[in-house]
């Protein structure tokens, strides 16, 4: 969608454009109430003044909606399709899907909630390099790693949503 089409919408229809970047209520309020945007860069600068910081119970919220890596996301929703494509550069051989589980499951027993990150763009071996550098984190620093994530994802879908 081009910008001047989104800046037009009605707040539920433009919404629907930005709830599958991130569904946070205050992130996605905050960017609707900040159009129009002159320029898509003006877009993303408020999108990640939005975004920074993610609460602690906002991770928790979106959390709930994000497969573990190396699992196919359920669905046909927005987001679960974002997430298929996000992760379609990953290999997922037997080999491969065994060590994304043990990764996994070690993170959620660390941290007790599913390990995230922006995985467009990087291998399995990225990925699990950067999972098991995270398992090492203390509770504050994983979750600002977190929020992290979550912005990052937040802004590389708006990116692909909405352009010139």
């Known amino acids: 969608m081009d910008l001047e089409s989104f800046n037009t919408l009605s707040d539920s229809e433009a919404g629907a454009i930005l709830r599958p970047c991130i569904d946070i209520d ?4 905050e960017v609707l ?3 129009p ?4 860069d003006e877009l993303q600068r408020a999108a990640e003044r939005s975004a920074n910081p993610f609460t602690e119970e906002e991770v928790n919220a979106a959390l709930a909606h994000h497969p573990r890596i190396g699992e196919r996301a359920e669905g046909e929703s ?7 494509g996000e992760q ?3 290999s997922l051989d037997d080999e491969a899907k065994a060590r994304l589980v043990e990764a ?7 941290f007790n909630r599913v390990f995230l990150i922006r995985a467009a763009g990087r291998t399995t071996e990225e990925i699990l390099a950067e999972c098991q550098r995270r398992v090492g984190n203390d509770d504050a620093t994983e979750m600002r790693e977190v929020a992290e994530q979550l912005r990052a994802i937040a802004l590389l879908r708006l990116s692909n949503a909405i352009n010139n």
């Open 78 to 84: 927005k987001e679960a399709n974002l997430s298929r």
């Open 104 to 110: 996994n499951r070690e993170y959620e027993q660390r």
């Open 88 to 90: 379609s550069g990953l």
């Open 26 to 29: 205050r992130w996605v309020d």
């Open 37 to 40: 945007f002159g320029s898509v």
């Open 33 to 35: 109430s900040a159009r």
